[in-house]
């Protein structure tokens, strides 16, 4: 017999090498099996690559510009092939992204400040430029400071999942308590301190106690985000971002219907048992191009004590009279307590997101907040560009004003042609055909004409509701436009979405 050591080495060698080999055809084959259940739900996603600068004529690679279309005459045809594709998918709401004095200063902050700083902000990665943003987007929104974040996705995670450290043995005052976080932020650091949240007075619970100066009760509130003794409640159509950064809170989650303000305010008179509560919302919605609407959802905040936080990355830049956003389109900018966005889209598109605020808010956030402590600062190129961009902004609201017209001409035009149009009075105009494939296939038969477009279907959406999401910029021209309508009509009667 042998030792017992021995037997089971025997029983058990398999060559390591081969081991690894094994579990590698195992991960293949899983990972295989995924792909091709999304190829055969016709949810694959292709990525095209483009050749050029953003803007609304692109060059795609291996497309030549497009197949004419029978009723336009071919000096037309011609122009599509020298002008490229038409692009009707990117979030280039003001078409600064290729904008000359955006790209001046693009060039001119890296050649002054480098190409970035290898650092986060806290250590060697904060520059002047950096802080005259952080003003300046304060500014814009009217609020009292501002936090940047390598995009708004981050900016979303950070304020959720931000927690306050307090010494063993911290005396609280007034009505302020803690509530313990068993889930410390770093668990390998400060051995014996308490991972807690601050929470101070809530609105509604009366007059704030007199230790508080005027004006404090919601931003010393707002040190509290998020709590297991406090509530967040969510519009279900709420961006990706939101929804992943309010599942790293701790606090009690409450879903309300879409747009719905009767359940809103049930939501809302449910949640009165918790100390904290803050309705999330998206100002404008991405997928399906409607607004939040915010005085309802303001009014319900006052009456139940909540407060309100908006995701404005598909509003900042271009709702409103000057570009301010949801809040100014609908006149309560001094209602809503919290704005994160994106510099993105709007503001030059490159990259970037942030929180806006009061000043208690951001400073915490400085101090606690994941994604922007452990995340490399932007690039100074970056910053640069989302700068001027907002120069461009405040100086002049023509741009702005000139979105609000294109978006009811192709609107309109393609509602008469018979296709139904979600959303109301945004640049995002998805054309809603339901079939996951029919979208895609759609969408891929545009490019064939010149018009650049993306089928989106599930998980982007719901099931049972694929689209064809159209955005309109400030910088393409009616004649765009109408081009982009009639290859719609066309590919549509091809694939029967229209008779």
Same mark, same amino acid.
């Given at each position: 017999?042998?030792?017992?050591?021995?037997?089971?080495?025997?029983?058990?060698w398999?060559?390591?090498?081969?081991?690894?080999?094994?579990?590698?055809?195992?991960l293949?084959?899983?990972?295989?099996?995924?792909l091709e259940?999304i190829?055969?739900?016709?949810?694959?996603?292709?990525e095209r690559v483009?050749?050029?600068?953003?803007?609304?004529h692109i060059?795609?690679?291996?497309?030549?510009?497009?197949?004419?279309?029978?009723?336009?005459?071919?000096c037309?045809?011609?122009?599509?092939?020298?002008?490229?594709?038409?692009?009707?998918?990117?979030?280039?709401?003001?078409?600064?992204?290729?904008?000359?004095?955006?790209?001046q200063?693009g060039?001119?902050?890296?050649e002054e400040?480098?190409?970035?700083?290898?650092?986060v902000r806290?250590?060697?990665?904060?520059?002047?430029?950096?802080?005259n943003?952080?003003a300046?987007i304060?500014?814009?929104?009217?609020?009292?400071?501002a936090?940047?974040?390598?995009s708004c996705?981050?900016?979303?995670?950070?304020l959720?999942?931000?927690?306050?450290?307090v010494?063993?043995?911290?005396?609280?005052?007034?009505?302020?308590?803690?509530a313990q976080?068993?889930?410390?932020?770093?668990?390998?650091?400060?051995?014996?301190?308490?991972?807690s949240f601050?929470?101070?007075?809530?609105?509604?619970?009366?007059r704030?106690?007199?230790?508080?100066n005027?004006?404090?009760?919601?931003?010393?509130?707002?040190q509290?985000?998020?709590?297991p003794?406090?509530a967040?409640l969510?519009?279900?159509?709420?961006?990706?971002?939101?929804?992943?950064?309010?599942r790293?809170?701790?606090?009690?989650?409450?879903?309300?219907?879409?747009?719905?303000?009767?359940?809103l305010?049930a939501k809302l008179q449910?949640?009165?048992?918790h100390?904290?509560?803050?309705?999330a919302?998206?100002?404008?919605?991405?997928m399906d191009?409607d607004?939040a609407p915010?005085?309802?959802i303001?009014c319900?905040?006052?009456?139940?004590?909540a407060?309100?936080?908006?995701?404005?990355c598909? *509003?900042?830049?271009?709702?409103? =009279?000057?570009g301010? %956003?949801?809040d100014e +389109?609908?006149?309560? &900018?001094?209602?809503?307590?919290i704005?994160?966005?994106?510099l993105?889209?709007?503001l030059?598109?490159a990259?970037?997101?942030?929180t806006?605020?009061?000043?208690?808010l951001?400073?915490?956030?400085?101090?606690?907040?994941?994604p922007y402590?452990f995340?490399?600062?932007?690039?100074p190129?970056?910053?640069?560009?989302?700068?001027?961009?907002?120069?461009?902004?405040m100086g002049?609201?023509?741009i702005?004003?000139?979105?609000a017209?294109?978006?009811?001409r192709f609107?309109?035009?393609?509602?008469a042609?018979?296709?139904?149009?979600?959303g *109301?009075?945004?640049?995002?105009? =998805?054309?809603?055909l %339901?079939?996951?494939? +029919?979208a895609?296939? &759609?969408?891929?038969?545009?490019?064939?004409?010149?018009i650049?477009?993306?089928g989106?279907?599930?998980p982007?959406?719901?099931?049972?509701?694929?689209r064809?999401r159209?955005?309109?910029?400030?910088?393409?021209?009616e004649?765009?436009?109408?081009?982009?309508v009639?290859?719609?009509?066309?590919?549509?009667?091809?694939?029967?979405?229209?008779p």
């Amino acid at each position: 017999m042998w030792p017992g050591n021995a037997w089971r080495a025997a029983l058990f060698w398999v060559p390591r090498g081969r081991r690894a080999q094994s579990a590698l055809a195992q991960l293949r084959g899983i990972l295989e099996g995924e792909l091709e259940g999304i190829r055969g739900a016709g949810t694959w996603k292709s990525e095209r690559v483009i050749t050029s600068r953003q803007g609304p004529h692109i060059r795609v690679d291996g497309v030549s510009g497009g197949l004419p279309l029978p009723h336009l005459s071919c000096c037309i045809h011609l122009l599509s092939f020298t002008s490229g594709i038409l692009n009707f998918c990117a979030n280039n709401y003001l078409g600064l992204s290729s904008h000359p004095e955006v790209i001046q200063a693009g060039l001119q902050a890296l050649e002054e400040f480098g190409a970035g700083l290898s650092s986060v902000r806290f250590i060697c990665g904060t520059q002047s430029i950096h802080k005259n943003l952080e003003a300046k987007i304060a500014r814009f929104h009217q609020r009292e400071d501002a936090i940047l974040y390598p995009s708004c996705y981050d900016a979303n995670a950070g304020l959720f999942e931000s927690r306050a450290l307090v010494q063993p043995g911290t005396e609280t005052r007034g009505p302020q308590r803690e509530a313990q976080n068993t889930l410390p932020l770093y668990p390998e650091e400060r051995p014996g301190w308490q991972y807690s949240f601050l929470i101070c007075w809530s609105p509604g619970q009366g007059r704030s106690p007199g230790w508080l100066n005027d004006g404090s009760t919601l931003t010393a509130s707002l040190q509290a985000l998020l709590t297991p003794e406090d509530a967040v409640l969510s519009d279900e159509l709420n961006h990706a971002s939101i929804i992943d950064g309010i599942r790293l809170c701790k606090a009690h989650k409450y879903r309300y219907r879409h747009l719905d303000m009767a359940d809103l305010e049930a939501k809302l008179q449910e949640a009165q048992k918790h100390r904290l509560r803050l309705v999330a919302t998206d100002g404008a919605f991405s997928m399906d191009g409607d607004i939040a609407p915010l005085q309802e959802i303001c009014c319900l905040a006052s009456r139940y004590g909540a407060l309100v936080f908006m995701d404005e990355c598909h *509003a900042t830049g271009f709702l409103g =009279p000057t570009g301010r %956003g949801t809040d100014e +389109l609908l006149g309560v &900018m001094d209602q809503v307590t919290i704005i994160n966005s994106t510099l993105g889209k709007a503001l030059g598109g490159a990259s970037g997101g942030y929180t806006t605020g009061p000043g208690p808010l951001v400073s915490l956030l400085r101090q606690r907040a994941r994604p922007y402590l452990f995340s490399n600062s932007l690039p100074p190129a970056v910053v640069g560009c989302a700068s001027k961009a907002l120069d461009l902004l405040m100086g002049s609201n023509t741009i702005v004003q000139s979105m609000a017209a294109k978006t009811q001409r192709f609107r309109s035009k393609m509602e008469a042609a018979g296709f139904t149009i979600s959303g *109301a009075s945004h640049p995002i105009c =998805p054309v809603m055909l %339901g079939d996951a494939r +029919l979208a895609s296939r &759609m969408a891929d038969d545009m490019l064939k004409r010149g018009i650049f477009v993306i089928g989106f279907s599930y998980p982007v959406v719901p099931k049972g509701k694929a689209r064809i999401r159209v955005q309109i910029s400030a910088v393409h021209s009616e004649e765009d436009i109408d081009r982009c309508v009639e290859a719609f009509v066309e590919v549509g009667r091809l694939h029967g979405a229209l008779p």
